[in-house]
């Protein structure tokens, strides 16, 4: 009783007490040696092999794609083993991104910045590897939260700084500063512009002061940071 196919590099002669097999499947396979004599006498035994199904090659979906910023991207792998067939191993899969973001165990890519990047899952000393590129999409995206240069203000100013990245390219966008609720009036440098990444502020009283950056693109559409 075998699993599939078998193939014996000798059989039905002397030489055949020690012979080899190729198998074609997985699985447990019993075999029935026979051996007469001259005179037609004959005995019988039986032994079982086992072949244990060994992943052989990995492939990866997509191999290469396109995804914006803080979407998801979900990667699959195929498994197949040394006969071809497809195996489940899923618990055995170690996904990893070189950069943009995170990837789940499940091979689930989110990235938050953008950039060429490489995912790769690895199975069994196996490796397989897919191309991103994650693009800004049509929302004007904050990369580096506003800061305030320095802070706490020992003095009357400070630099205000700001990033952030756009479909259309950095240089098409506005950045427009301003405080939520001052205690006393603040005044800007450079505003209203994309120089204005880059501004000071001029604070004309003590306290505690929140400030807010509009980062708007030629199409109208903003990102807030504070």
């Known amino acids: 009783q075998v699993s599939g196919m078998v193939n014996?590099?000798?059989?039905?002669?002397?030489?055949?007490?020690?012979?080899?097999?190729?198998?074609?499947?997985?699985?447990?396979?019993v075999f029935q040696v026979v051996v007469s004599d001259q005179l037609g006498l004959k005995a019988t035994a039986e032994v079982t092999a086992t072949v244990v199904a060994t992943p052989t090659m990995l492939s990866i979906a997509p191999l290469t794609t396109t995804v914006e910023v803080d979407a998801d991207k979900q990667f699959v792998i195929t498994v197949k083993d040394q006969f071809g067939e497809e195996m489940d191993v899923a618990d055995g899969v170690t996904w990893s991104a070189t950069g943009g973001g995170p990837i789940s165990m499940s091979g689930k890519y989110t990235p938050a910045s953008v950039g060429n990047f490489e995912v790769k899952a690895e199975v069994a000393g196996l490796t397989a590897t897919a191309q991103v590129q994650v693009i800004a999409g049509p929302v004007p995206r904050i990369t580096q939260a506003p800061r305030c240069d320095p802070s706490p203000v020992s003095g009357e100013r400070c630099v205000l700084s700001v990033k952030a990245t756009d479909d259309e390219g950095e240089e098409n966008l506005t950045y427009t500063w301003s405080a939520v609720s001052p205690p006393a009036a603040v005044r800007f440098g450079v505003n209203g512009s994309n120089e204005a990444k880059t501004s000071e502020a001029t604070f004309t009283a003590l306290g505690s002061y929140t400030m807010r950056v509009d980062v708007t693109d030629d199409r109208g559409l903003s990102a807030t940071g504070f």
């Open 8 to 29: 014996f590099s000798k059989n039905a002669s002397n030489a055949a007490k020690s012979t080899g097999v190729t198998f074609d499947a997985a699985g447990a396979h």
